[in-house]
């Protein structure tokens, strides 16, 4: 096997060398330790040593050129032993001398500079309110001991005072409404006094998004067939999957579904009329949610091949951020992990997701007959800030339908 | 090119010279002597370290120098500050911390400073002033001119690292600079020879390939002759000379300190004192002819008046006004 | 504009210096011949020549000494320590001498002097070599500290510290002599003691300088795709410190983090934070947070390092906190 050379760090702060001069040629024999090239860094021109013996089998970058730490620039190997690999590899996985990004990467845990909050005991009778709560408290002549403070221990915080019962609150701060643009992507509503309590209360009661979860078990049966029908055509070029024709199922079920295709935005609420999807995707870390964008109005085909794309480039860590910001409603799908059902969390500021588990064929009762029936089952996530349970509930009932009869996906 | 042997002092400066640094010397004496009474009175306030004893150093050198070269010191720098022509007025003023002070009533003794008579400071941090000296030099050098700088600092500033660095550089670069090392024999209460492996100071200048002499303290003209020889290399070739030269505070460390104790004997200070540098003077003027007892008593009590005229000054000045705090803080 | 990298502003800062007045020098170690350690000097000995870019021994208190003797003697000196790590030798003509030169001559003798050089932690240089010094020399009266975090501000807080009558303090960054920015062409003056907001927001104010804008502007990312609007205020001077641009900030947001790379205890935040509970009291919505270098010498190991060191993620995590979201 030859020995790959890579571009070494060799600054704590280097992050790519510019190849100055290689100081041994293709076929000369090279010990630990002889100078290979000499590699201008961002302090000095150093030395870039051999680390193997044998001859320098090839030479993968021209002089002067810039080769990102951790990258192939060279083989060492014995005589006429061949190089098998591709010629310029990334650094190896964990970034060994990408050394510049240290400063982000992964989350860490709570610093020692943030301690809790200390309540201090003090008088009863005393009202604990941040500064600012009591100025607005004392403008708007609200009266802080009849509030309710929603801050540490009980401060009455900004907010608290903001959104008191009473005739004269003052404009939040707290941002102010975005007019939605004339005939644009999106729709803002302000927020009724309805609307402002089941948010409230809700939110209160379940944390920061009240979900509620729909479950619905969808026959799959003309779904595959149509699946395999179309895949007989399309040859092998652009298979498509299940999880495709899902999304493309969700996209339009979404524009007759408008009231689900929305964010929530704290004093009002968004509702979108372009669909763009998010689609999780499993990666080795964590997960992300790519986003086929305008996914009502694309072709099948192109959902699927979009879809691989993106989960490819996802799973590489190279989707732009414009490639997984900005979605309106997601999808997460586990069925490949043999999950019957389960639940997602919505992705603020979006207000529903959809939770797609394993087909699995099933014993069902259909016309007055136990029949084997491929079978899906489907769990909505809902805001319920933004969608109440009969809104989900007819959506998924669209959902469903599309689904069942795939044909009225075409129409 | 160290000597540490020079040729013995063999009087040569002419008469008028030589009266002059009598009237130096006992101005410095007088002074310092109204200094400890003010001192003991209230008057002056914080740290004071006295001169005397040590007198025939700052005029051997002042005689040697010109209007033009720089002076800098340690915060034993009163003597340094009168026979560079600071008036006595003012040095007594900025003891008091009056506004009519050299620095203003914001130094005190340990920070004279008259930048117009290029007398750049007396400095508080013992050796802190000698990479000063060295920068000092550095200028006059960048700017082609032709002035000296001339450091005063004790004997146990060499045990610092800033008198190294110092040293080094000003050799590497070849700085027009004098390194004056007053080796009064005591850091504070500590004797040099019980801190120090190489008790000679002017062993020192072999470390940096510079000239060194190792000089009488208590004989002016043997401080002025040699301070000459030092001036001459700096100016010709920017050749730094660190000079030794061996004196004797007569007082204590400062005002607070006590003037013999645990660290020397009343005997040895007495012993001292026999050398005593005006007197040594006032001898040879008297055996040339120079200056007989009436001249002497006349020069003692103008140096009197000059004296009392300082303190009266100091005493009738004004403190600086409260809106002194802060300026010069940042300059604009 | 140009996109320069900030070594290179600092560069041009440097030369525009020594061409414009000829009493500006750069003195230091290996910033003649071997063109500057992190290559800021690239080029001047060759333009200016070995009287004017002065390479030193190792030997920072004398070499700072000298400079502070040099700049009593009518030049402008800029002083370059190698890191600021090594500038603690010196601390003494910094602290005792420069700063305090005017003041105790009774306004006699100006220092106008520039100490500069990479302040802060770069990657895995352990505990010796990891440390940001800032609030060590901002609490000295006498001393100006600037501490620019790109490479435009870098290259005009350094011309207007070099053409200051005081001493000044230029911390750079080793992990920021590479970064890249836009830098206007011509005579550029930043003037010292102004911060800029580097970011506008509404519910939140990020505070910070050097190295920590980059991480508060990643954290004021974060904090969008949460809906919560961060303003970053790159402090761009400690000392003396833009006070009204604090308290507009926070006027306007009413919550504030502080972030910084040195240690909590007496740190460059504690001041901020003083400067807001005096000032911006009945602003306030919660109290201001701190986001620092953890309370430790700086470790070898790298996860241990990322752990010491202040994080977006750690900036978020404070910001939700006095935005009462966690």
């Known amino acids: 096997m030859p020995t790959k050379v890579v571009m070494e760090a060799l600054s704590p702060t280097m992050e790519e060398g510019r190849l100055v001069k290689w100081t041994k040629a293709v076929g000369e024999a090279v010990k630990t330790g002889d100078t290979l090239a000499e590699v201008e860094t961002d302090k000095a021109v150093m030395e870039l040593v051999a680390r193997a013996d044998g001859q320098l089998l090839q030479q993968l970058v021209a002089e002067g050129a810039t080769v990102p730490v951790g990258d192939v620039v060279a083989y060492v190997g014995a005589p006429g032993e061949t190089v098998a690999a591709p010629p310029a590899e990334s650094g190896d996985p964990k970034g060994h001398g990408r050394g510049a990004v240290a400063v982000v990467v992964a989350p860490a845990p709570a610093s020692p500079a943030l301690p809790a909050v200390a309540v201090v005991a003090t008088d009863a009778t005393r009202v604990r309110a941040s500064p600012l709560a009591k100025r607005i408290a004392k403008e708007a002549g609200v009266d802080l001991k009849l509030l309710r403070g929603s801050g540490p221990g009980g401060r009455v915080v900004a907010r608290d005072v903001e959104t008191a019962p009473l005739p004269a609150l003052r404009p939040s701060p707290l941002g102010s409404p975005v007019p939605a643009p004339s005939g644009a992507a999106y729709e803002d509503v302000p927020l009724s006094q309805i609307r402002k309590t089941i948010a409230k209360r809700l939110g209160a009661s379940l944390g920061p998004v009240p979900h509620f979860f729909l479950t619905s078990e969808v026959d799959m049966e003309r779904a595959a067939e149509a699946r395999e029908a179309l895949n007989r055509q399309l040859g092998e070029t652009g298979k498509i999957g299940f999880n495709d024709i899902i999304l493309k199922g969700v996209a339009l079920a979404l524009v007759k579904h408008r009231a689900c295709n929305a964010w929530w935005q704290d004093d009002h609420i968004r509702y979108w009329n372009e669909v763009h999807l998010g689609m999780a995707v499993a990666i080795e870390d964590g997960l992300i949610t790519p986003v086929i964008r305008n996914a009502d109005r694309k072709p099948l085909s192109a959902i699927g091949s979009e879809a691989r794309a993106l989960a490819q480039r996802a799973r590489e860590r190279k989707l732009k951020p414009e490639e997984y910001t900005g979605s309106t409603f997601s999808v997460s799908n586990l069925g490949m992990f043999d999950i019957d059902q389960f639940t997602a969390v919505i992705n603020p500021p979006e207000a529903g997701i959809v939770a797609v588990g394993s087909i699995v064929p099933k014993p069902v009762v259909q016309d007055g007959q136990v029949t084997v029936r491929r079978r899906l089952r489907l769990t909505m996530s809902c805001d319920h800030r933004v969608i109440d349970g009969a809104t989900g509930a007819a959506f998924m009932q669209t959902l469903k339908q599309m689904l069942e009869n795939p044909l009225a996906m075409v129409l | 090119m160290t000597t540490t042997a020079t040729p013995p002092a063999k009087p040569q400066a002419n008469t008028e010279l030589q009266r002059r640094m009598l009237r130096e010397m006992l101005l410095i004496r007088r002074f310092e002597e109204k200094v400890a009474e003010s001192y003991a009175l209230g008057k002056i306030g914080g740290f004071c370290h006295l001169y005397i004893g040590q007198e025939a150093v700052a005029v051997g050198v002042s005689a040697a120098l010109s209007p033009e070269d720089y002076i800098i010191c340690s915060y034993r720098e009163h003597g340094q500050a009168l026979v560079r022509g600071v008036p006595a007025r003012a040095v007594m003023a900025e003891l008091f911390g009056k506004a009519t002070g050299c620095s203003g009533g914001k130094g005190g003794s340990m920070h004279l400073f008259d930048a117009g008579r290029r007398f750049m400071g007396g400095h508080g941090i013992v050796g802190g002033h000698l990479p000063l000296a060295t920068g000092l030099a550095f200028a006059i050098k960048y700017r082609g001119g032709d002035e000296v700088c001339i450091c005063f600092f004790g004997e146990a500033a060499v045990n610092i690292g800033a008198f190294h660095e110092a040293l080094n550089m000003a050799s590497v670069w070849k700085l027009p600079v004098i390194f004056l090392c007053e080796n009064n024999r005591y850091g504070m209460g500590t004797a040099f020879e019980r801190v120090a492996a190489v008790t000679d100071v002017v062993e020192h200048a072999c470390s940096y390939d510079i000239a060194g002499e190792t000089v009488n303290g208590m004989d002016v003209l043997e401080v002025h002759r040699a301070t000459e020889r030092a001036v001459q290399r700096a100016r010709k070739g920017g050749h730094p000379t660190l000079l030794e030269v061996r004196t004797y505070r007569f007082m204590g460390h400062s005002m607070s300190d006590p003037l013999h104790g645990v660290y020397r004997t009343k005997e040895e200070v007495e012993e001292q004192k026999k050398k005593d540098p005006i007197t040594q003077l006032m001898h040879r003027l008297k055996d040339e002819g120079a200056i007989d007892q009436p001249g002497v008593d006349a020069l003692d009590a103008e140096i009197h008046a000059e004296v009392d005229d300082a303190v009266r000054f100091a005493d009738e000045s004004p403190d600086p006004a409260p809106e002194e705090l802060g300026r010069h803080v940042l300059a604009d | ?326």
């Not at chain 3, 000995?45 to 030997?59: C, K, W, Y």
């Not at chain 3, 350094?158 to 970064?179: F, H, Q, W």
């Not at chain 3, 009291?281 to 430790?296: E, I, K, S």
Request: charged share 20%; aromatic share 6%.
């Open chain 3, 1 to 326: 504009m140009p996109t320069i990298t900030y070594r290179d502003a600092l560069n041009q800062a440097l030369r525009e210096e020594m061409q414009r007045d000829d009493t500006v020098f750069l003195m230091g170690e290996e910033v003649g011949l071997y063109q500057g350690a992190y290559k800021v000097s690239r080029g001047l000995l060759e333009e200016f020549g070995a009287q004017r870019v002065v390479d030193t021994p190792i030997a920072e208190l004398g070499f700072a000494g000298v400079g502070v003797g040099a700049a009593m003697g009518g030049l402008r000196p800029v002083i370059e320590f190698m890191t600021w790590n090594f500038a603690v030798l010196a601390l003494d003509q910094i602290v005792n001498s420069a700063a305090k030169m005017l003041y105790m001559s009774g306004g006699q003798i100006r220092m106008p002097i520039v100490f500069r050089g990479p302040n802060g932690a770069a990657l895995q240089l352990s505990s010796q070599h990891s440390q940001a010094w800032e609030s060590w020399l901002a609490h000295i009266p006498g001393l100006k500290v600037v501490a620019p975090a790109t490479p435009a501000d870098a290259k005009g807080l350094l011309k207007s510290a070099i053409r200051d009558n005081n001493p000044v303090m230029v911390l750079e960054g080793e992990m920021l002599y590479n970064t890249k920015g836009d830098v206007p062409e011509g005579e550029l003056l930043v003037p010292i003691g102004q911060a800029d907001v580097k970011r506008a927001g509404s519910d939140v104010t990020l505070i910070c300088h050097s190295k920590t804008v980059t991480v508060a502007l990643k954290a004021a990312e974060q904090l969008a795709s949460q809906n919560v609007s961060a303003e970053v205020v790159d402090l761009r001077s400690l000392r003396p410190m833009d006070e009204p641009a604090i308290l507009a900030s926070v006027a306007k947001t009413h919550r504030a983090v502080v972030v910084e790379e040195g240690w909590p205890h007496c740190g460059v935040g504690a001041q901020v934070v003083d400067i807001i509970q005096r000032d911006a009291f009945d602003q306030l919505d919660a109290p201001v947070l701190r986001v620092t270098q953890a309370d430790v010498p700086m470790p070898y190991n790298k996860q241990l390092e990322r752990l010491a060191k202040p994080s977006p993620e750690k900036v978020v995590a404070a910001a939700r906190r006095v935005l009462y979201l966690d």
